[in-house]
């Protein structure tokens, strides 16, 4: 286990306007960060410099959000990063846009079926955690794959980082949403040969 192959830091990009007013949401193209977000991801950024001075490579979701965190990262850093697809949010179907209360005043039966079944149940036209595990799982295989023994920086979204440290710990599916990552926040993941560890979580400076 003691051979590291990969180091990973997990960013959440900065805040918009949506997670303030606590939305579910997918969109790749909206909301973008506001003033607050900007300030999450430069203070996050002068943190990482000093623990960590040298990022090889810096990888982002597609999303705009997530897009304009990593370029302020990437430009302190004075290098590029690179879009990977497949670090999308989850997809959120039917809930996508509601807030938390919204879910519950219109889709209570699917919101209890979710509780019931919350690794294979999602609603009409998202994605279930099951399947973000999966995918997730893939993605950053493929990363390490191609970035063996480098230190990376992975700019995406609070779904995807639960599910990279579910994978990596074995956390039930029951439990995976408990694990709370905030925006603008940073998660290091030492990968190993066999098996994996968590070094810190949702660490804001």
């Known amino acids: 286990m003691f051979n590291r192959l990969c180091k990973i830091i997990f960013i959440r990009h900065g805040s918009t306007i949506y997670n303030e007013e606590n939305r579910l949401f997918d969109s790749e193209e909206y909301p973008p960060l506001n003033e607050a977000g900007k300030y999450e991801i430069e203070t996050l950024t002068e943190w990482l410099k000093n623990t960590t001075p040298k990022i090889d490579c810096i990888y982002t979701s597609s999303a705009l959000r ?11 850093y004075k290098t590029g990063f690179e879009i990977l697809d497949n670090l999308y949010e989850r997809k959120a179907g039917l809930w996508g846009g509601l807030t938390f209360d919204q ?9 209890e079926q979710y509780h019931q079944n919350p690794f294979e149940f999602w609603p009409e036209g998202g994605e279930s955690t099951k399947e973000l595990n999966a995918r ?28 990279a440290i579910a994978n990596a710990l074995d956390i039930p599916p029951k439990n995976q949403s408990r694990v709370i990552i905030r925006t603008g926040s940073a998660t290091q993941i030492n990968y190993y040969e066999y098996g994996a560890g968590l070094i810190y979580s949702s660490y804001v400076p």
């Open 66 to 76: 997530a897009i304009q965190s990593a370029r302020l990262i990437a430009k302190s």
């Open 103 to 111: 879910i519950e005043e219109q889709y209570p039966q699917e919101l």
């Open 136 to 163: 997730v799982k893939k993605t950053i295989g493929e990363i390490i794959d191609n970035n063996k023994y480098k230190i990376l920086a992975v700019v995406t979204h609070a779904g995807v980082i639960q599910a």
